[in-house]
């Protein structure tokens, strides 16, 4: 066999491709096929025969907006079946299923252990409607009973919370002293021992809770209850019941930023039709953007956010 000649010429260009081979290589490593089962917040669009797949980007955070008239009665109770269904509605759209037990089993498995952390502030709680509605369906998605907790203070002294590997958040919206809007970022500031030191610059940082350890990639769902929002408030504890308003929905989502983010815009639109102006709140809601732009803890800007409205159109206001 006749030996081959390696010319100056065939080295030059061997060194000069071989770097970028490995640089293909190198990338073609680093980038996984991701297993069907651990895409999150990834939104989804229907397809014919009532199907649901895969369409947009990733870095499109999917939020559902349910409302329902009959949500909320003329002397401001919750209707609990109502409530319920608009739960069940938000979940199967989120997942795309047909069947909420099927989206919440998306969400939790039995082996989990789940802490409901809702907010218990006596002038607007969360409501045993709300929470009732989603322990139902955890249970529905096999989590014992005695593995699930719903507690507001006193969440780091609780074994469910201590020990829980999935929870789900759920409070009211609004307008808030400290933080301009309380909603579901904020809701996690129990879980911190001194809440005063998460105060300063209209609570610019609340977002860094979220990857402290008893809650770090743990939440699974969040729920902003529109139901009653209270979109003007005057004082760390003041409170006017003429600015509850029967808004009569439910926010949800996986990206807490985006459904703060959505909670916030309807919040300004009800002030700007209430007040005729662009009334700014007591104290900046700049917190929630700065969870995306600082704390890279999701989008808030509304052209990353997928919002998806079900049920009462009526004075929607987004």
């Known amino acids: ?92 759209a989120l997942f795309g299923e047909k069947d909420p037990v099927a989206a919440w089993k998306k969400i939790v498995k039995p082996t989990d252990i789940v802490g409901i952390k809702t907010n218990s502030w006596r002038s607007l709680p969360t409501g045993a409607e709300v929470e009732q509605a989603i322990k139902r369906r955890l249970m529905d998605a096999g989590v014992p009973e005695d593995k699930i907790g719903i507690a507001d203070s006193g969440v780091l002294n609780n074994p469910i919370f201590q020990q829980a590997t999935a929870l789900i958040n759920a409070r009211p919206a609004r307008a808030h002293y400290w933080s301009g809007m309380g909603g579901c970022i904020k809701n996690y500031i129990q879980f911190v021992p001194n809440r005063p030191d998460y105060h300063g610059d209209a609570c610019a940082d609340l977002a860094s809770i979220w990857y402290l350890p008893p809650v770090k990639d743990r939440t699974k769902l969040n729920i902003l209850v529109m139901l009653t929002p209270l979109f003007h408030n005057i004082g760390p504890r003041g409170f006017n019941e003429q600015y509850l308003w029967p808004y009569k929905g439910l926010v949800a989502g996986q990206d807490v930023v985006a459904v703060d983010t959505t909670g916030l815009q309807i919040l300004k639109a009800q002030r700007l039709k209430h007040f005729g102006e662009d009334r700014p709140f007591e104290t900046s809601a700049h917190h929630i953007a700065l969870a995306d732009t600082n704390h890279k803890l999701g989008n808030s800007d509304p052209a990353k956010i997928e919002l998806i409205k079900l049920g009462w159109q009526t004075d929607i206001l987004i």
Not at 10 to 37: H, I, Q, W, Y
Not at 50 to 68: F, H, I, T
């Open 1 to 92: 066999m006749k030996k081959k000649v390696i010319t100056r010429r065939d080295f030059l260009r061997a060194a000069a491709v071989a770097p970028l081979a490995g640089a293909l290589s190198c990338a073609a490593r680093a980038v996984p096929t991701p297993k069907e089962e651990s895409i999150t917040n990834v939104p989804f669009s229907p397809i014919p025969g009532g199907k649901w797949e895969s369409a947009a980007s990733p870095e499109k955070s999917r939020v559902v907006l349910v409302r329902d008239q009959n949500a909320v009665a003329d002397d401001k109770k919750f209707n609990a079946e109502v409530i319920q269904k608009m739960l069940d509605d938000a979940v199967k």
